[in-house]
């Protein structure tokens, strides 16, 4: 290891009391009882307004005119607003969206204008009288069209956008980004390898099909404070592109607020800002009123973010004894219209594209593409699952031709602790052979099943999975704590209750830290005029940076605790312990003072004075060893992720020979958590995922006709699992090797647990039927055609 | 939400209904249960200037039993299928249909007649109502009149019913049978059907065979239906009817699935539907309402 960390958990595992445990959700009766608040539900009386959109017809258009008479002589329309009022860009990592369409129209559904009127079917019915003229361009689909020398360009002015450092814009051409890694020396290597297998498999776009669809109510009060109720995963950040988005309308980031409220799922899409500018937006345009914009289920597919598709060319080289030597493996990515998140996936994707393998020599190239379709953004996974669909595959594919088992040759090249990743770095510690092990015996590996049913085949299949937090080198959390008169706490964060059990995380490491029960921690969702800084509930990095910031509060508290006592009854800090909501002292057993005495009083002292008082801490925590400094013609130099969490998976399907219907009759999933902080949630991650990951491969298919019109922006035709298309048995399995800096040694899972689903589903269709498929969705029908097909052949 | 207008009647009787249509100018659309409707109305893929809701109307929400003809009423809806002992004992396979037809709570409002005169290729009604041998009741400004179902559908969400008439119920002639109705879909949750099959075998070798989803309406097979006439089902005779399917169906390419797999499969569940179904007339075979693919 070379990896030096700055702070290491000092709670000792075998006492543990709050962390390890299945406590019970802290969010769970909030959402039960129907308590809980979600944005749509808040009341903001009678001088609401609501907000509609006027969208573009066309994948690429010039905007010749817009005339909005018809639409501001409509009844109850209060403004109608276009890109002229607003004539500003805004990005996350690059600023090449708009808040409205400038000039040009770069997708179908792309806002135009903006309808602000007395209730919602007024402001739908006046966006239908905004005329607008266009000019219609060609678009460009494809993104392996779109990095052709002769292709139009979508964004001619690429080069004056400004962006973080650690991408690299071709201006004048539709590449956005392009990370490059080049480690050893491929070529050689292959030329040296026993065999070489070279291919390539495409990905589709997904949608995130959160429950709740994005809305989003702005107010700019008279007195010029602008407060946005977001359903968000990213409310400070939020905020911050809000400030700098509407900074010349004269905002300062302490005028703008954003409140988060409980959000009915995320999985990315409400990552960043992508409708909320234009709710935003409308609220400047209308002081003293709240405007409310809600978009509807079709909107939330074309309109806010979508994984992005990709071509993958992969050429892997192996030795016969079943050592990888070279991996090569280039990422044509389908970004869509504007790439100011997605281009992140991107830059995620290249640098670790290897997968979780140890291979000496590397040439990865992960190409950032405009494209004329909706903007690409964030998903769980980041890029990881797109890019694993081939790796995993192609794996799969070599082990067979070199006469391998797909397990032992995973075993033999899976990366562990110190082996040096893609970009110069090293390996943090990981359970990597722990998860396969597990995960082939649960699934048992190496067993061959029989069908009862004439009609169907058994297969089994295996994949590993990786991934590292995509987030700036800097990337930051924070916390605040306080004491209550009866020693119950609450603690102030603003990372994202997402379902994932966030609160309830948070809250058993303040209760561990303190020695209190969980129930006594209350952690609310945030508004960033109140609660501490947090970058995004994004890159499975919460429970590991804002658990670290509050594990430090904790400390803090504990501290300030100790110091009371000390001062007041003598004993020194390092002899104190909390336990069961008291101070204890290891000298004197029978010292146990209630915390519910002093934690806001303080303690009255023998001359009747007191001392100490409420109560209050912080923490932050800033990944200070990473930096995104790295030669854009190799990668190397920098230390781009704070580490990986790596695990394994493995099925067993059942497929019916002619109609190609899939059972997944038991999925197993082995991640290396580092540390459950909640074993239970951490299970839910691992059903979740897999079903969500099971459901991009099996199920889910983003259908675009010829225009770049999507064609099932609905449930009816984008299909996603019910409970009838669920595994009949999933086996989470929970790796512990700590993560040296991770509060009790945890490290993120959330996202992970879906990544490995698609390879595993295509590697068990091979051992089931020989049928290799390539392409995302493995649906049904394309099963049963490729047996067909391979019958005619 | 519905962002255009339009004028809405809720009349008490029949001929209240038929006087409303019969009066009005413009564009009409009934309610019963809306679950079409109100989706389209929605989308805008209908814009009437009338809206008659039919769900006042006494008398049009009963299945009744009379002789040997199962009566449904226009306003019984799939769950009142599902939920009635009359028809899983007589008209198991409409119940074997009806749990393929969304989810609960859309199978709650929407009607079975609706999804006939909603007409649309998918409609899951259509194969098994050919298969039962139903004739629709239908009441205008000329009195009643009654429609084979084998010419109710006239083509793509177009029936024989004309702008001023309204469904009353149908009749389906009930005789001893096997059944089944088996529906391709992309997924195990609620799903329009990519191809569908409704196949009813009535003792003395006579079958009935209609296909969903691979027509612009659904459609009878008269030709698989004559090739399996008098004859025991065997290998070689489910052969035979199989291999007419192409010559049956006119599948087309669109999202939910291409031509050649709604063609595929439709062989496949022919195949096994009539198996299936003979097996249910000898008294055995898989229970309804057990997916066959």
Not at chain 1, 439 to 444: G, K, L, S, W, Y
Not at chain 2, 92 to 106: C, D, H, K, N, Q
Not at chain 2, 128 to 133: G, I, N, Q, S, T
Request: proline share 6%; with cysteine.
């Amino acid at each position: 290891m070379t990896t030096t960390y700055p702070f290491e958990a000092d709670s000792v595992d075998d006492a543990l009391t709050a962390v390890g445990t299945p406590a019970v959700r802290i969010d769970g009766l909030d959402k039960i009882s129907g308590a809980a608040q979600f944005v749509d539900d808040l009341d903001f009386g009678p001088d609401l307004l609501h907000g509609a959109v006027v969208e573009s017809p066309h994948a690429y258009a010039r905007i010749v005119s817009i005339d909005t008479s018809a639409a501001e002589a409509a009844p109850g329309v209060v403004k109608v607003i276009t890109g002229e009022d607003f004539p500003y860009n805004f990005g996350m990592y690059m600023e090449d969206r708009y808040i409205f369409a400038q000039h040009h129209v770069r997708f179908v559904g792309e806002q135009v204008a903006g309808v602000i009127a007395r209730t919602h079917r007024q402001a739908v019915r006046a966006a239908k009288l905004v005329e607008v003229e266009y000019e219609v361009l060609e678009p460009l689909l494809d993104p392996k069209e779109a990095v052709a020398e002769d292709a139009p360009l979508i964004h001619p002015n690429l080069g004056d956008y400004a962006h973080v450092p650690w991408f690299f814009p071709k201006a004048d051409t539709n590449i956005a980004h392009w990370r490059k890694i080049r480690k050893g020396d491929t070529e050689k290597a292959f030329a040296e390898a026993d065999y070489v297998l070279e291919d390539t498999y495409r990905v589709p776009r997904y949608a995130h099909c959160a429950i709740e669809p994005h809305v989003t109510v702005g107010k700019l009060d008279h007195a010029g404070r602008l407060t946005v109720w977001t359903a968000s995963q990213s409310p400070h950040t939020q905020r911050h592109l809000f400030a700098e988005a509407l900074a010349p309308l004269g905002f300062a980031h302490k005028d703008v607020r954003v409140i988060t409220p409980y959000v009915g799922g995320g999985f990315g899409g409400k990552a960043g800002v992508s409708m909320e500018i234009i709710g935003a937006a409308m609220a400047t345009a209308v002081k003293g009123h709240p405007v409310k914009l809600r978009f509807t289920r079709e909107q939330e597919f074309y309109n806010t973010y979508q994984r992005q598709g990709v071509v993958a060319e992969l050429k892997v080289g192996v030795m016969n004894n079943g050592t990888i030597t070279a991996v090569e493996h280039k990422l044509y990515w389908d970004a869509g219209a504007y790439v100011e998140y997605g281009a992140n996936v991107v830059n995620a994707a290249g640098l670790s594209a290897t997968g979780p393998y140890r291979v000496p020599n590397i040439s990865n190239d992960s190409l950032c593409v405009y494209t004329n379709l909706p903007p690409g953004g964030p998903y769980r996974g980041f890029g990881y699952s797109e890019f694993h669909f081939g790796l995993e595959s192609h794996m799969d594919r070599i082990a067979e031709a070199i006469g391998m088992d797909p397990v032992d040759f995973r075993r033999k090249n899976a990366i562990v602790e110190g082996d040096e990743l893609s970009y110069g770095g090293h390996m943090n510690p990981s359970g990597m052979i722990e998860a396969i092990d597990k995960t082939a015996a649960a699934i048992e590996w190496g067993v061959d099943e029989e069908s009862k049913n004439p009609n169907t085949i058994m297969g089994k299949g295996v994949a590993l999975f990786w991934k590292a937090p995509a987030m700036p080198p800097n990337a930051s959390s924070a916390s605040f704590l306080k004491f209550n008169e009866d020693g119950s706490v609450n603690v102030s964060v603003s990372g994202m209750e997402l379902g994932q059990g966030y609160l309830t995380v948070m809250a058993q490491i303040a209760a561990e830290i303190l020695g209190l029960p969980v129930e006594m921690v209350r952690v609310e969702t945030p508004d960033t005029d109140r609660n501490p800084y947090e970058w995004q509930t994004v890159a499975s990095h919460v429970t590991w940076s804002s658990g670290l910031a509050v594990e430090k509060a904790a400390i803090e508290a504990r501290a300030k605790i100790f110091e009371v006592i000390h001062e007041v009854y003598g004993f020194e800090d390092e002899t104190l312990y909390l336990e069961d909501q008291k101070v204890k002292c290891t000298t004197d057993p029978e010292f146990a003072k209630p915390l519910r005495e002093f934690v806001i009083d303080g303690i009255q002292t023998d001359d009747g004075t007191w001392r100490g008082g409420p109560i209050i801490a912080s923490g932050k925590f800033m990944p200070e060893f990473t930096n995104a400094n790295s030669d854009p013609e190799t990668g190397q130099g920098g230390h781009p992720n704070v580490h990986y969490t790596v695990g394994a998976c493995g099925v067993l399907i059942e497929i019916d020979k002619e109609t190609g219907r899939i059972w997944v009759r038991k999925a197993a999933l082995a991640v290396d958590a580092g540390k459950a902080i909640n074993p239970d949630l951490v299970k839910g991650q691992i059903t979740g995922g897999l079903v969500q990951g099971l459901a991009t491969v099996l199920y889910e298919d983003m259908r675009f006709d010829d225009d770049g019109r999507l064609m099932n922006p609905n449930f009816t035709d984008y299909k996603i699992p019910t409970s009838f298309d669920i595994p009949d048995e999933m086996i989470p399995i929970i790796v512990e090797v700590p993560q040296p800096d991770g509060p009790f040694g945890a490290r993120g899972v959330g996202e992970h647990t879906m990544i490995a689903a698609a390879p595993v589903i295509a590697n068990a269709v091979y051992n089931a039927l020989g049928v290799r498929i390539k392409s995302m969705p493995i649906t049904q029908e394309k099963i049963a055609l490729a047996v067909t097909d391979r019958h005619h052949n | 939400m519905i962002a255009h207008e339009f004028a809405y009647e809720r009349p008490t009787t029949l001929e209240e209904a038929t006087r409303v249509l019969t009066e009005h100018s413009g564009s009409v659309r009934l309610l019963a249960g809306g679950t079409d409707l109100v989706a389209w109305l929605r989308d805008d893929a209908v814009a009437p200037d009338l809206v008659v809701d039919i769900k006042a109307i006494p008398g049009l929400d009963t299945i009744e039993l009379d002789g040997d003809e199962l009566h449904v009423g226009s306003l019984v809806t799939f769950t009142d299928l599902i939920e009635s002992e009359v028809v899983a004992e007589h008209a198991p396979l409409l119940i074997e249909m009806a749990e393929t037809v969304a989810s609960p709570g859309i199978r709650n409002r929407a009607t079975m007649v609706g999804n006939i005169c909603s007409a649309v290729p998918s409609c899951d009604a259509g194969p098994v109502l050919m298969a039962y041998d139903t004739t629709v009741h239908l009441i205008g400004p000329g009195g009643a009149r009654s429609v084979s179902i084998d010419d109710w559908f006239i083509g793509l969400r177009e029936t024989a019913c004309s702008d001023d008439e309204v469904v009353t119920h149908l009749t389906l002639a009930l005789r001893p049978h096997g059944g089944v109705y088996v529906k391709l879909m992309r997924y195990g949750g609620e799903d329009l059907a990519q191809a569908a099959v409704g196949i009813v075998e009535y003792p003395g070798h006579e079958y009935r065979v209609a296909f969903g989803a691979v027509a612009p309406t659904p459609i009878r097979a008269h030709r698989i239906e004559e090739v399996l006439r008098g004859k025991p089902l065997g290998e070689e005779v489910i052969a035979d009817a199989v291999a007419l399917v192409r010559d049956e169906i006119s599948p087309i390419t669109d999202m939910r699935a291409t031509a050649e797999y709604r063609a595929r499969m439709c062989e496949v569940m022919l195949e096994r539907g009539l198996a299936a179904s003979h097996e249910r007339l000898e008294g055995a075979g898989p229970a309804y309402g057990t997916r066959l693919i």
